[in-house]
């Protein structure tokens, strides 16, 4: 197909539809060929098709955000290691190094190549995250990444499609349910060939001889978008700072973001330095919710691709807590890197406040269960406990969602079935959302009762347990996380072992509230007091809404008077 037919607005938006379609389907496959419910049912995974070069040409809309931005830098990794012309039809090439992969080990990429007639014409990669790495329980514990499990360099899975038994054999030994790691990496594996023989027969279709036009012409669309954005914003430096738990004690992070003409600087020069303790972001994990939260601000409307992120660069000192070096323990990057998206929101808030939400309930807490079973087998289960997203400046924030992640919760049927425990209860937590005009998200609890006769190990990944989401413009603060064993608070970031009749209560993290609450319309605060997600006494004293203990029934006269009331009284 010719330049200008590619060039056409009508057939690149069909090319480029189709790409993103092919990587769904890899990604759907893995979903359906998986065995582990981290993937199966938490969809804690991505797929990314590249060009020969290795630049992102499309990714699958059931992606988690933190892989979608470090895969297209894994993928350089592949090619540095294994030139173009080195790969073969049925090789599969993978790592699980966190500064080359995903951030930490539990992250599994891979990428397997793409031919027509015999000509190598791009990559499928994927990424999945694996129900067990061996190393100690995933937390964040480890002083050193020695102790967080099995680590492998860019290395060859399969050549020319024999997979590699001594590899095979490396994984088997050092996990500890290797039928579920094992099953999952077939399954990345299985998409990965989905994508390719997908990836073919478009070619064929649009008489593609390569990729190389297509991914010009829809790399320099997503990058002028991109640009455009960035020029209309007001040249300058913006300052944003936050607090997060740290691991025994509060941390900095600082960024200071520059707008450049048509190109954005993120510095987080001022950040506390790395940790002995797997708190610590290595700068790929950064880089990637640093672009992330730019593009949703500004071009949410196109598909990402390697165009989107070139007026971006980010940058985090070295031996910082985004940006930590070998051998630092990242396993609970997460409880860092999610920050990361709330510093540039912070940031953008002060030149678009229109686009960017209050601050998340985010990081949500990651619960791991390992034990061995009453049939003798080992099970790991890993809940992820839904967290919230902040109030947004036209609308409440959404309650028990897992906010910047895009993964999903797992059903309580599921978990129960995969491990010997039982989820006694789970709700939302009244009064956890942040107060607003428009309301932050709330947070839940759930309750997981042990049942197994062996001890089971408890990891815990959280944060938020000190410095709750804050809000804006006037808005309150969302509530703060909580974790406890028998009602006593253990480690929110560490590893307990649990017995058989124990009870875990995890309470996650509300969102940040948005305007004034004294300015929410009544009818508003009446439905969420009726529907148990605020307290009357809040609906009263946050936002002055008198609602009849008897009658339930929401009174406007005495809302109005009691809020010129409570307006005098801060003036005042």
Request: aromatic letters at 6%.
């Given at each position: 197909m010719a330049v200008s037919a590619i060039a056409d607005s009508s057939t690149l938006e069909v090319m480029w539809s189709r790409l993103n379609?092919?990587?769904?389907?890899?990604?759907?496959?893995?979903?359906?060929?998986?065995?582990?419910?981290?993937?199966?049912?938490?969809?804690?995974?991505?797929?990314?098709?590249?060009?020969?070069?290795?630049?992102?040409?499309?990714?699958?809309?059931?992606?988690?955000?933190?892989?979608?931005?470090?895969?297209?830098?894994?993928?350089?990794?592949?090619?540095?290691?294994?030139?173009?012309?080195?790969?073969?039809?049925?090789?599969?090439?993978?790592?699980?190094?966190?500064?080359?992969?995903?951030?930490?080990?539990?992250?599994?990429?891979?990428?397997?190549?793409?031919?027509?007639?015999?000509?190598?014409?791009?990559?499928?990669?994927?990424?999945?995250?694996?129900?067990?790495?061996?190393?100690?329980?995933?937390?964040?514990t480890a002083a050193e990444i020695y102790e967080e499990g099995l680590r492998l360099p860019v290395c060859r899975l399969a050549r020319a499609g024999k997979w590699s038994e001594d590899i095979v054999d490396l994984i088997r030994t050092n996990v500890r349910v290797p039928d579920e790691v094992l099953g999952d990496l077939n399954a990345l594996v299985a998409a990965?060939?989905?994508?390719?023989?997908?990836?073919?027969?478009?070619?064929?279709?649009?008489?593609?001889?390569?990729?190389?036009?297509?991914?010009?012409?829809?790399?320099?669309?997503?990058?002028?978008?991109?640009?455009?954005?960035?020029?209309?914003?007001p040249q300058g430096t913006y300052h944003h700072t936050l607090i997060t738990d740290g691991f025994d004690e509060p941390l900095k992070l600082q960024l200071a973001l520059r707008v450049l003409k048509d190109r954005l600087e993120l510095d987080y020069t001022g950040t506390a330095p790395q940790q002995r303790s797997g708190i610590n972001a290595p700068w790929c994990y950064t880089y990637s919710y640093s672009v992330f939260a730019v593009k949703s601000v500004l071009t949410p409307e196109v598909p990402n691709n390697e165009g989107t992120f070139r007026p971006i660069s980010v940058h985090a000192p070295e031996r910082s807590l985004l940006n930590a070096r070998f051998p630092a323990a990242t396993g609970a990057r997460s409880t860092t890197g999610h920050f990361v998206v709330t510093a540039v929101y912070g940031a953008l808030g002060q030149i678009v406040p229109e686009r960017v939400l209050a601050e998340c309930g985010a990081p949500r807490p990651i619960v791991v269960l390992r034990g061995i079973g009453d049939d003798g087998r080992p099970f790991s289960q890993t809940l992820f406990c839904m967290g919230s997203m902040g109030a947004r400046p036209t609308e409440?924030?959404?309650?028990?969602?897992?906010?910047?992640?895009?993964?999903?919760?797992?059903?309580?049927?599921?978990?129960?079935?995969?491990?010997?425990?039982?989820?006694?209860?789970?709700?939302?937590?009244?009064?956890?959302?942040?107060?607003?005009?428009?309301?932050?998200?709330?947070?839940?609890?759930?309750?997981?009762?042990?049942?197994?006769?062996?001890?089971?190990?408890?990891?815990?990944?959280?944060?938020?347990?000190?410095?709750?989401?804050?809000?804006?413009?006037?808005?309150?603060?969302?509530?703060?996380?909580?974790?406890?064993?028998?009602?006593?608070?253990?480690?929110?970031?560490?590893?307990?072992?649990?017995?058989?009749?124990?009870?875990?209560?995890?309470?996650?993290?509300?969102?940040?509230?948005?305007?004034?609450?004294?300015?929410?319309?009544?009818?508003r605060i009446h439905t969420d007091v009726t529907n148990g997600v605020v307290s009357a006494a809040a609906g009263r004293s946050l936002y002055g809404a008198v609602i009849d203990d008897a009658t339930g029934q929401l009174d406007l006269a005495a809302t109005v008077r009691l809020r010129q009331e409570l307006r005098s009284n801060k003036s005042g």
């Amino acid at each position: 197909m010719a330049v200008s037919a590619i060039a056409d607005s009508s057939t690149l938006e069909v090319m480029w539809s189709r790409l993103n379609s092919i990587a769904d389907e890899a990604a759907i496959t893995l979903v359906r060929t998986s065995f582990s419910t981290v993937v199966r049912e938490s969809k804690d995974l991505t797929c990314v098709l590249f060009d020969t070069l290795g630049r992102s040409l499309a990714q699958a809309a059931m992606s988690i955000p933190s892989f979608t931005g470090t895969l297209p830098l894994t993928m350089k990794h592949f090619l540095q290691r294994y030139p173009a012309k080195e790969w073969r039809a049925g090789d599969v090439v993978m790592t699980n190094d966190p500064w080359l992969g995903s951030g930490h080990l539990p992250d599994i990429n891979i990428a397997v190549p793409v031919f027509l007639r015999r000509k190598l014409v791009g990559f499928a990669g994927l990424v999945a995250h694996a129900p067990d790495i061996g190393g100690k329980t995933l937390s964040a514990t480890a002083a050193e990444i020695y102790e967080e499990g099995l680590r492998l360099p860019v290395c060859r899975l399969a050549r020319a499609g024999k997979w590699s038994e001594d590899i095979v054999d490396l994984i088997r030994t050092n996990v500890r349910v290797p039928d579920e790691v094992l099953g999952d990496l077939n399954a990345l594996v299985a998409a990965g060939e989905v994508a390719q023989r997908r990836i073919v027969e478009f070619m064929k279709e649009f008489e593609l001889n390569d990729l190389s036009e297509l991914a010009n012409e829809i790399q320099k669309r997503a990058e002028t978008a991109m640009r455009n954005r960035i020029r209309a914003l007001p040249q300058g430096t913006y300052h944003h700072t936050l607090i997060t738990d740290g691991f025994d004690e509060p941390l900095k992070l600082q960024l200071a973001l520059r707008v450049l003409k048509d190109r954005l600087e993120l510095d987080y020069t001022g950040t506390a330095p790395q940790q002995r303790s797997g708190i610590n972001a290595p700068w790929c994990y950064t880089y990637s919710y640093s672009v992330f939260a730019v593009k949703s601000v500004l071009t949410p409307e196109v598909p990402n691709n390697e165009g989107t992120f070139r007026p971006i660069s980010v940058h985090a000192p070295e031996r910082s807590l985004l940006n930590a070096r070998f051998p630092a323990a990242t396993g609970a990057r997460s409880t860092t890197g999610h920050f990361v998206v709330t510093a540039v929101y912070g940031a953008l808030g002060q030149i678009v406040p229109e686009r960017v939400l209050a601050e998340c309930g985010a990081p949500r807490p990651i619960v791991v269960l390992r034990g061995i079973g009453d049939d003798g087998r080992p099970f790991s289960q890993t809940l992820f406990c839904m967290g919230s997203m902040g109030a947004r400046p036209t609308e409440d924030g959404i309650s028990c969602i897992a906010y910047p992640t895009n993964t999903s919760v797992t059903p309580v049927e599921v978990v129960e079935t995969g491990a010997a425990i039982r989820i006694g209860r789970k709700e939302i937590i009244q009064d956890s959302g942040g107060a607003g005009k428009f309301r932050g998200g709330c947070g839940q609890w759930l309750e997981v009762e042990l049942l197994t006769k062996a001890p089971v190990t408890i990891s815990v990944r959280s944060d938020r347990t000190r410095n709750p989401a804050r809000g804006v413009a006037g808005g309150g603060p969302g509530s703060c996380t909580r974790v406890l064993l028998n009602g006593e608070k253990i480690n929110p970031k560490g590893i307990t072992i649990a017995h058989t009749g124990d009870r875990l209560r995890v309470e996650t993290p509300g969102s940040g509230g948005y305007g004034d609450p004294l300015e929410r319309d009544p009818e508003r605060i009446h439905t969420d007091v009726t529907n148990g997600v605020v307290s009357a006494a809040a609906g009263r004293s946050l936002y002055g809404a008198v609602i009849d203990d008897a009658t339930g029934q929401l009174d406007l006269a005495a809302t109005v008077r009691l809020r010129q009331e409570l307006r005098s009284n801060k003036s005042g």
